[in-house]
C-alpha cells in the first residue's frame, strides 16, 4: 500500500515537471508576421551555432519623452532553408512570420521569438535584381 502511495505521487509529480517543461519551453506563445527591413543576420555561439537576426521597422517610437528610435525586431531562426533564405535578401523589405515563446532554449537561439517562414521579399531599390 505504501509504495502504491508513493508511486503515485511520483507519477503526479513527474506529470507536471513535464507539463511546466512543456509550458515554459515548448508552448507556442503568439505567432504572427512583422515586416520591415533586415539589417542585420549572423551565425553565432560558442556552444550551440543559432542563427539571429534583427528587422528594423517602419515608424518610429519614443521609449522616452521626445527621443526617436525605430523599431527593432530582434529574432532567431532555427530551420537551416530560412536561414539560406534570409542570407541572400539581406537589405531586403521582408515580410517574416515568427512564433514566439515564453523563454529560450540553447539550441533556439536568444530570442523568444523564432522564425520560421518568409512571407515575402521585396528589394528596398527597385534596381536590385
Avoid at 532555427?78 to 515580410?95: F, I, M
Avoid at 517562414?117 to 528589394?123: D, K
Wanted: proline letters at 4%; a positive charge; zero cysteines.
Amino acid at each position: 500500500m505504501k509504495r502504491r502511495i508513493i508511486a503515485i505521487i511520483l507519477i503526479v509529480v513527474i506529470v507536471f515537471i513535464a507539463g511546466f517543461v512543456y509550458y515554459r519551453y515548448y508552448f507556442v506563445f503568439g505567432d504572427g508576421v512583422k515586416a520591415g527591413t533586415m539589417n542585420y543576420f549572423v551565425h553565432k555561439g560558442y556552444l550551440f551555432k543559432t542563427y539571429e537576426g534583427r528587422l528594423i521597422q517602419t515608424g518610429v517610437r519614443a521609449p522616452a519623452q521626445g527621443g526617436i528610435q525605430s523599431n527593432e525586431f530582434m529574432f532567431s531562426v532555427t530551420d537551416q532553408k530560412v536561414a539560406n533564405q534570409l542570407n541572400k535578401n539581406a537589405g531586403a523589405y521582408l515580410e517574416l512570420h515568427y512564433k514566439e515563446y515564453l523563454n529560450t532554449l540553447p539550441w533556439r537561439g536568444v530570442s523568444n521569438f523564432v522564425v520560421d517562414s518568409i512571407i515575402s521579399s521585396h528589394p528596398v531599390n527597385p534596381m536590385q535584381p
